[in-house]
């Protein structure tokens, strides 16, 4: 858990950049144009599922070094990234794979990133979709595998213990509100409040945006956001520092990456902020977007890291 004195920090971290500032009139922020995070972290493979740490030091995504989009549409494999350290060597884990990685930003570039830990990657499953906390203590992750040794698809949990990863779990068996089906889980700064997609009965289309708080310890029953944020076609990736302004995907549908915010009237209609095939926003408490994006290459296509600053 977190101690006092580090809730005091953060909290007062979030209050001085207003947990994702607006532009003037409640209009959404605006930021300036995209830049690709550089070599090493963006390849020729396929960088997905970014996340930024809120002081913007610390960058975890997804690695394919499979083309997903190649696979799906022609059922073929086109190898395109590098090994990176730690990636699996088993076949056919080793061309299949997808593990979690981390780089760190150090005197203004980024390291090689490092393979997140054998204990969070199993060669067998596929890891993506990720959350952790401000101090890099806790892990969200959705497990896109369901023939290996966790033996479930789903969001599962785990927490560091003297410096190591304990094996993950469930995240449904240590409170979590979660079922079958639902994906890229999120918690806001103080860990308070947990957004997610899902396509569970009462949302407003295909897959949508839930959200749960914490009261007195426990999680309250899920809730879809309402039609200004859902819509019949999809929503997904929701990130938000402070619960209140709230970023979100359609799944490379094309609209982009869209804002909502949570006023006394409720929250507001989404609006695009980034627009196209881009995804999986977060922010840090400074304000840069980060998010993926991409397209064609010759025969297929490529993912990468990009990040927008406010503008």
Not at 190 to 203: I, N
């Amino acid at each position: 858990m977190r101690t006092p004195a580090a809730t005091a920090l953060l909290a007062a971290a979030l209050a001085a950049c207003g947990g994702g500032a607006t532009a003037p009139g409640g209009a959404p922020p605006r930021f300036g144009p995209a830049e690709q995070v550089p070599a090493p972290v963006s390849t020729a493979g396929w960088e997905d599922s970014g996340f930024i740490s809120p002081d913007g030091t610390r960058l975890y995504f997804t690695y394919l070094r499979m083309d997903p989009v190649v696979f799906l549409t022609e059922a073929r494999i086109r190898l395109a990234g590098p090994l990176r350290p730690g990636w699996p060597t088993l076949a056919p884990y080793d061309t299949i794979g997808a593990e979690l990685y981390r780089s760190d930003l150090v005197d203004g570039a980024w390291t090689e990133p490092v393979h997140l830990d054998t204990t969070i990657n199993l060669p067998e499953e596929q890891e993506g979709d990720e959350w952790v906390s401000a101090d890099g203590q806790r892990i969200l992750f959705t497990n896109g595998g369901a023939g290996g040794p966790r033996g479930a698809y789903g969001i599962y949990y785990a927490e560091q213990l003297n410096g190591m990863w304990q094996p993950a779990v469930l995240a449904s068996s240590v409170g979590f509100p979660f079922v079958s089906g639902d994906e890229n889980p999120h918690l806001t700064l103080d860990e308070q409040t947990l957004f997610f997609e899902s396509s569970r009965p009462g949302g407003q289309g295909l897959q949508n945006l839930w959200m749960s708080t914490r009261v007195q310890g426990q999680w309250s029953a899920p809730v879809p956001l309402p039609a200004t944020v859902n819509t019949p076609g999809v929503e997904g990736s929701p990130f938000s520092l402070d619960g209140t302004a709230l970023y979100f995907d359609d799944k490379g549908s094309g609209r982009g990456i869209l804002y909502s915010r949570r006023t006394a009237a409720g929250w507001t209609r989404a609006r695009v902020v980034v627009a196209g095939a881009v995804g999986d926003p977060s922010l840090t408490l400074s304000g840069d977007l980060y998010f993926i994006g991409g397209g064609a290459v010759p025969g297929g296509f490529d993912a990468n890291i990009f990040v927008a600053h406010p503008r």
